[in-house]
T-cell receptor, first 114, second 107 residues
Framework: DAGVIQSPRHEVTEMGQEVTLRCKPI?????LFWYRQTMMRGLELLIY????????DSGMPEDRFSAKMPNASFSTLKIQPSEPRDSAVYFC????????????FGSGTRLTVV | AQRVTQPEKLLSVFKGAPVELKCNYS??????LFWYVQYSRQRLQLLLR??SRESIKGFTADLNKGETSFHLKKPFAQEEDSAMYYC?????????FGQGTELSVKP
């Protein structure tokens, strides 16, 4: 298994543009998580899905952020419009159960909004 | 509210010295706790979980419910241990992470 796959690895965009981050979880995992990592705030959970259904999106900072999981093998995190303060590393993680099991993280997408 | 606290942002030790990375948590039920490690610009990896009571790469962590702590320890640090270490608490199907501690092991 190639693990959790995220794309792109790096994204540089101008303020106001739409950004879409993609994630392919490990096959068979039924939970998917989106985290944001910054120096100031560390790792913040943005949203997580269980069996493709959003369970908790309380960490999504603003309406500019949205996430979807149309099927068990794909999820997107969209920021529209993007702002410089959105610059961070965005990690996707998946697990085969919602508790007791560790997460497998992707390599992350480093987003820079200029 | 459930919370994970790692009081040290940076811990610097010399090779061969003992290491203790502190983690305290607040949780009303029976906690499930984990340590994750992130080597430079790499993905986070699960290091160990308290239910397994395992030792990985020489690291151990014991859950102390009385002190609500889950400190990570290693008797003799190696240079390759230099990384970011995150303590995490599983709650309602999601992991809550501490702020992380950067461990720097000097030769």
């Amino acid at each position: 298994d190639a693990g959790v796959i995220q794309s792109p690895r790096h994204e540089v965009t101008e303020m106001g543009q739409e950004v879409t981050l993609r994630c392919k979880p490990i096959s068979g995992h039924n939970s998917l998580f989106w985290y944001r990592q910054t120096m100031m705030r560390g790792l913040e959970l943005l949203i997580y899905f269980n069996n493709n259904v959003p369970i908790d999106d309380s960490g999504m900072p603003e309406d500019r952020f949205s996430a979807k999981m149309p099927n068990a093998s794909f999820s997107t995190l969209k920021i529209q419009p993007s702002e410089p303060r959105d610059s961070a590393v965005y990690f996707c993680a998946s697990s085969y159960r919602t508790s007791g099991g560790g997460y497998t993280f992707g390599s992350g997408t480093r987003l820079t909004v200029v | 509210a459930q919370r994970v606290t790692q009081p040290e942002k940076l811990l610097s030790v010399f090779k061969g010295a003992p290491v203790e990375l502190k983690c305290n948590y607040s949780y009303s039920g029976s906690p499930e706790l984990f340590w994750y490690v992130q080597y430079s610009r790499q993905r986070l990896q699960l290091l160990l979980r308290h239910i397994s009571r395992e030792s990985i790469k020489g690291f151990t962590a014991d859950l102390n419910k009385g002190e609500t702590s889950f400190h990570l320890k290693k008797p003799f640090a190696q240079e390759e241990d230099s990384a970011m270490y995150y303590c995490a608490l599983s709650q309602g199907g999601k992991l809550i992470f501490g702020q992380g501690t950067e461990l720097s092991v000097k030769p």
